[in-house]
């Protein structure tokens, strides 16, 4: 089967040639961080020898301006930790300003947040996800390499201030790292009204052993949750693969991102753009589509608008995690998670 490649005006969009529409772009702002997350870089970020340089403030807006004609609508700042880029603001000011795009989130570990949320909401990002593995300082310090919890929780607090839409929580949940805290996260999202979502730990190139070790289905959260009368909800049209519960009582909700479960590549809505131009079409995928070349200067808005719907209609039906093959991926940092 292969995707529709569509022309006229009126049905510009971007579609693969098993029914999945685009609408959300996931754009890598730089491959740094801070952090040494035990399952993503344990040893601090290397800089790659060689390695080409992130895009500009213009090549961004050029890239996003293409999807926003197929489309596309939704933006996520990612990275490695988006906010160390020194034009950060200055990007999600020109990814805002692209018509077509309505929603700015960005995925951060916190760093300095509650310091910079009023500076995020003012620069257009209406949606926050914060990474925090652990309830417990000492914990949260051996699985991020940093003591900077009570400074996340002090940035949640801030985002909440600044009017930023929507706040939510990112938790890998780890076999014998901080598998034993489930119970006290879903006790702190009900506490605090929030909406958390469990990762399942993904096997990459240079984890396999710390995912041997650590993995966790999401069932074992799925069960948990139902055990607690919390209720699975349906999937909306157009959501994206987590898994939604909520919870009996109040506004709290839970979703997992479990992507060995079955059938979770039919609800992919995402593509993934690296710092440095390359599309992947799938997390697990290869080494990527270089687009620089169209993004170098303006007037080639059309050719990269061909360019976008002749690949993605060539996306892959489903990841190959099952077969053991996590693709050229070295760990979520290098692409944006
Ligand atoms: N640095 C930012 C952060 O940590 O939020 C953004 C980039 S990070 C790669 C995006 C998300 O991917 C984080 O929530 C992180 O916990 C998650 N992540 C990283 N490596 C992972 C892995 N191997 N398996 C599952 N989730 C992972
Ligand atoms: Fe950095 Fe995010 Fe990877 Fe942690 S998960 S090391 S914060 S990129």
């Given amino acids: 089967m292969t995707g529709s490649i569509r022309s006229d005006a009126a049905s510009v969009r971007l579609e693969d040639g098993h029914g999945r529409r685009f609408e959300y772009l996931r754009l890598s702002l730089t491959d740094v961080c801070n952090f040494r997350c035990s399952y993503c870089l344990p040893d601090g970020y290397r800089k790659a020898k060689g390695a080409p340089a992130n895009l500009s403030v213009d090549e961004i807006r050029r890239l996003v301006s293409a999807f926003a004609a197929l489309g596309l609508w939704k933006v996520r700042l990612t990275g490695g ?20 795009v309505r929603k700015i989130a960005v995925t951060t570990n916190g760093y300095r947040l509650a310091a910079r949320a009023q500076s995020y909401a003012d620069a257009g990002i209406g949606a926050i996800n914060i990474s925090m593995d652990s309830l417990k300082p000492d914990r949260f310090h051996a699985i991020t390499g940093h003591d900077r919890l009570n400074e996340i929780l002090a940035g949640i607090d801030a985002c909440r201030a600044a009017g930023i839409a929507s706040i939510k929580l990112n938790s890998v949940l780890l076999k014998g790292l901080n598998d034993d805290e489930l119970d006290d ?149 290098s692409i944006g998670g």
Wanted: net charge neutral.
């Fill in 81 to 100: 930790e988006p906010t160390l880029r020194a034009e950060f603001l200055d990007i999600a000011a020109a990814v805002a300003a692209v018509p077509g």
């Fill in 185 to 333: 996260f879903i006790a702190f999202v009900v506490q605090h009204d929030l909406v958390l979502r469990f990762i399942e730990v993904m096997r990459t190139n240079d984890n396999p052993d710390y995912f041997a070790a650590h993995h966790l289905a999401g069932t074992f959260v799925a069960n948990r949750l139902e055990g607690l009368g919390w209720q699975r909800q349906a999937r909306q049209p157009g959501a994206g693969p987590a898994i939604e519960y909520a919870n009996p009582h109040g506004p709290g909700r839970i979703g997992i991102i479990a992507p060995y479960s079955k059938d979770f590549c039919a609800s992919c809505n995402r593509l993934r753009v690296s710092a440095t131009g390359k599309l992947h079409l799938c997390l697990f995928g290869d080494a990527g589509i270089d687009l620089r070349p169209l993004l170098q200067r303006d007037g080639q808005q059309d050719e990269l608008v061909e360019r976008l719907q002749r690949l993605v209609a060539t996306k892959a039906p489903a990841h190959l995690l099952h077969q053991g093959n996590s693709g050229a991926t070295p760990h979520l940092a």
